[in-house]
C-alpha cells in the first residue's frame, strides 16, 4: 500500500512543482489596451506580422521608458498627454506579450513529451495545463502565434524529425 501511495503522490508533487515556478507571467489588468494585447495573440500568427509591429510602436515606448526608469511619476505624467501616447501604450502591450509567449515557448521546449510535439499540438497534460495556465490571453494551451525566428523552427522542426526517425527503428 505505501508504494501505490508514493507512486500517486509524485504526479501531484511534479504539478505542483512546475506551477509554484511557473507563475504567471503577467495578468490582464498588467496591460494598458487589453483588447489591442488581445488582438495581438490571436490575429499576429507570424513573426513577420509582430516584427512589423514591432518597428511601428517600439521606438516611442523604448524612448518614453528610459525616462520612466528616471521618473517614473513625471513619466506617467507625460504618457497622459503625449502625442505618442497610443503608440508607447501598444509598446508596452507588446513587449509584455511577447513576455508571455516566450515564457510559453520556452514550457513547450522544456515540456515536449519525448521531444515529439509539433507545434499547437500538444496533448500531455502537463505540459497542456502550463500552458494553459500561462496563457493569460485565452487560457488555451494549443493557440499560440508562431512567432519564432526561422532558426527555432529549423531546430524545432529537426529534434520532432529526428525522434520520429529513431522511433521507427525501435519499433
Known amino acids: 500500500m505505501k508504494q501505490i501511495f508514493k507512486v500517486s503522490v509524485l504526479p501531484l508533487m511534479i504539478i505542483a512543482l512546475l506551477f509554484s515556478s511557473q507563475?504567471?507571467?503577467?495578468?490582464?489588468?498588467?496591460?494598458?489596451?487589453?483588447?489591442?494585447?488581445?488582438?495581438?495573440?490571436?490575429n499576429m500568427q507570424t513573426g513577420e506580422d509582430?516584427?512589423?509591429?514591432?518597428d511601428r510602436?517600439?521606438?516611442?515606448?523604448k524612448?518614453?521608458?528610459e525616462k520612466q526608469m528616471k521618473d517614473p511619476k513625471g513619466a506617467e505624467e507625460e504618457l497622459k498627454s503625449s502625442p505618442n501616447g497610443e503608440l508607447i501604450k501598444h509598446g508596452h502591450d507588446l513587449e509584455l506579450v511577447y513576455s508571455v509567449w516566450r515564457k510559453m515557448y520556452q514550457s513547450?521546449?522544456?515540456?515536449?513529451?519525448?521531444?515529439?510535439?509539433?507545434?499547437?499540438?500538444?496533448e500531455n497534460l502537463i505540459t497542456c495545463m502550463t500552458l494553459s495556465t500561462l496563457n493569460v490571453f485565452t487560457g488555451e494551451c494549443n493557440d499560440m502565434p508562431d512567432w519564432r525566428t526561422d532558426?527555432?523552427?529549423?531546430?524545432?522542426?529537426?529534434?520532432?524529425?529526428?525522434y520520429r526517425a529513431r522511433s521507427a527503428t525501435r519499433g
Open 151 to 162: 532558426n527555432d523552427r529549423a531546430r524545432d522542426d529537426k529534434v520532432l524529425q529526428d
Open 23 to 42: 507563475a504567471h507571467a503577467a495578468n490582464k489588468g498588467d496591460f494598458y489596451d487589453w483588447d489591442y494585447a488581445l488582438g495581438l495573440w490571436q
Open 50 to 54: 509582430f516584427d512589423r509591429e514591432w
Open 57 to 61: 510602436v517600439i521606438p516611442a515606448f
Open 108 to 122: 513547450w521546449l522544456d515540456g515536449r513529451a519525448f521531444k515529439a510535439t509539433p507545434w499547437n499540438e500538444n
Open 63 to 65: 524612448a518614453w521608458s
